[in-house]
């Protein structure tokens, strides 16, 4: 059974840092491209970053580019988030997603973490 | 970018009803194309990929078509389920986009 857990989720101050997780079972996670993907409140879903199965490659929305990091360990099936300099508009539940070989469609979702970022 | 407009953004039907929901790309997907359905506080769940292949779980009520920058998700016979958001969703690029998305209500 595929499952995707994020955790580290939180409140935070505007300029703050937060880093979320995402453990994963169910399949080989070194097999698979992952993504993080964004629900902000009242608004639609925004792909924002995707890494390789090996995690030589990665790629960010502009939103992102130059704030996250996405990285990833093999070893202990686990994708991570780092996210720096957190705006207002930041705010939104995170998801993580297994890709396919490549870029790809979505197919498992994690059930999302809330970040909240505000004064 | 490509950008992905989906029509309309919300529409109310009652159970039984066929509804039909339309996904535009700016630039053609070579069919690299899927659709969500995505209820609140629950994860998006894959319904389309490849713009017409039917996610193994699914139920066959749902379908996908479409070519080019033109496609469709319908659903032959709306169920007390169905009542969601949905999503298209591009993977022809490195900077893969959602549409906007489209909320299905009961009438």
């Known amino acids: 059974q595929v499952q995707l857990v994020e955790s580290g989720g939180g409140l935070v101050k505007p300029g703050g840092s937060l880093r979320l997780s995402c453990a994963v079972s169910?399949?080989?996670?070194?097999?698979?491209?992952m993504n993080w993907i964004r629900q902000a409140p009242g608004k639609g879903l925004e792909w924002i970053s995707i890494?390789?199965?090996?995690?030589?490659?990665?790629n960010y929305a502009d939103s992102v580019k130059g704030r996250f990091t996405i990285s990833r360990d093999n070893a202990k099936n686990s994708l991570f988030l780092q996210m720096n300099s957190l705006r207002a508009e930041d705010t939104a539940v995170y998801y993580c997603?297994?890709?396919?070989?490549?870029?790809?469609?979505?197919?498992?979702w994690g059930q999302g973490a809330l970040v909240a970022v505000s004064s | 970018d490509i950008q992905m407009t989906q029509s309309p953004s919300a529409l109310s039907a009652s159970v039984g009803d066929r509804v039909s929901i339309t996904c535009r790309a700016s630039?053609?997907?070579?069919?690299?194309l899927a659709w969500y359905q995505h209820k609140p506080g629950k994860a998006p769940n894959l319904l389309i990929y490849?713009?017409?292949s039917l996610e193994s779980g699914a139920p066959s009520r749902f379908s996908g078509s479409g070519s080019g920058t033109e496609f469709t998700l319908t659903i032959s016979s709306l169920q007390p389920d169905d009542f969601a958001t949905y999503y298209c969703?591009?993977?022809?690029?490195?900077?893969?986009?959602f549409g906007q998305g489209t909320k299905v209500e009961i009438k």
């Open positions: 490849k713009a017409s």
């Open positions: 969703q591009h993977y022809s690029t490195l900077f893969p986009t």
């Open positions: 890494i390789s199965d090996n995690g030589l490659h990665t």
């Open positions: 169910g399949f080989d996670f070194g097999d698979y491209f």
């Open positions: 630039q053609s997907l070579s069919g690299r």
């Open positions: 997603a297994r890709g396919g070989h490549d870029y790809s469609y979505f197919h498992y």
